[in-house]
């Protein structure tokens, strides 16, 4: 008979050494030199702010809400999702996890934007305000959801059943989703996003080859050179003229400086609990927002185990998870009190960043953190660098 397993063993499936760190350069437990750490945050910053930015640009418009409106919801959507990665990281899963905007609350928002569509209001600011109230009504009552399959360990039993069969279709689904969301946005400025998508995948696969030490620069800091020099090619478009006679769509879409965010943002603002006023509860929206905290869950229980694969840790055991999904739903009802828009969720994107510059460290995702909360409050910094 084999010996009995040790006491404080791992329970579950396991992955040999040689196989969690194949092409790893630190785990989640080592840290690289505080320079590149800074620069690596920074980096996960500028994922993340991608999809932040997509959501609200979409959203707000749809509420009645103007180009001020949009750069508060961006400041707000940052601020929260500074502060759900931090709890998650230190309290909760403890993975290199970043806790972002979640296009899983799309459907659920737009049903209850499609709701006020009809109602009469005095102006379209009082619409899009009393909109975002309903929005934090709903997210305070179903995060109850959450937290309570969280904290009770249902959600632990449940994750037994989570075999690789399960898990993979999980996270190609929500990898593929987020296909639809921002791929066709490329066609409104195909002179900026093709270039990039084309000097990214150049720069990762064939320009690194070419010096060991190119190698190592570019797999970890590409993304932040290919954004560079977009944005540098973008500016020259725009200062010769290329978009003067365009469309305004393809103005919003291309130029660097159509998107009135400067000019509508103040230089200091800190988001606050119930900056809209009284939260508004209706139960056909609570019961639709619901849907989207289970549809969370499950992406966000596929993620962290995508990030402990690609960060060189142990397969989440259930007790583990169960206190994440719990501390998912703190985080929903803190999304609620401050007025975000939408819910949070592990951000795949930033998970796939991981697997791209091969650095796994906790404590790089803690420090991009620092940019989250710098940029939420100072957003005029914010909007000059990222105006769209």
Known sequence: MPPPPPLGGPRGPVFHPHEQLHQLHYCIHSNPPWPQAIILAFQHYIVMLGSTVLIASTLVPLMGGNNGDKGRVIQTLLF?????????TLLGARLPTVMGASFAFFIPVMSIVNDFSDKTFTSEHARFVYTMRAVQGSLMVSSVINIFLGYSRVWGNLTRFFSPVVLVPVVCVVGLGLFM?????LANCVEIGLPMLILL???????????????????????????????AFA?????AGAYKNAMEQTKRSC?????????????I???YPFQWGPPVFRASHVFGMMGAV????????????????????????????????GLQGISLLLDGLFGAAVGTTASVENVGLIGLTHIGSRRVVQISTAFMFFFSIFGLF???YFPH
């Open 269 to 271: 603002r800190i988001p």
């Open 235 to 239: 500016g020259i478009l725009t200062v």
């Open 181 to 185: 969301r921002g791929f066709p946005q």
């Open 201 to 231: 995948v150049i720069g990762q696969q064939y320009l690194k080859r070419i010096h060991p030490r190119a190698e190592l620069i570019l797999e970890r800091f590409g993304l932040l050179f290919c954004v560079a020099i977009i944005w």
């Open 80 to 88: 929260m999702a500074g502060v759900n990665t931090l709890l998650q």
């Open 382 to 384: 914010l909007f000059f």
């Open 294 to 325: 289970l549809v969370t869950s499950a992406e966000s229980t596929g993620t962290f185990f995508a990030a402990a694969r690609l960060a060189g840790a142990t397969p989440p055991p259930p007790h583990v998870l169960s206190r994440s999904i």
């Open 255 to 267: 130029s660097v400086d159509h998107s009135y965010l400067i000019s509508s943002s103040p230089w």
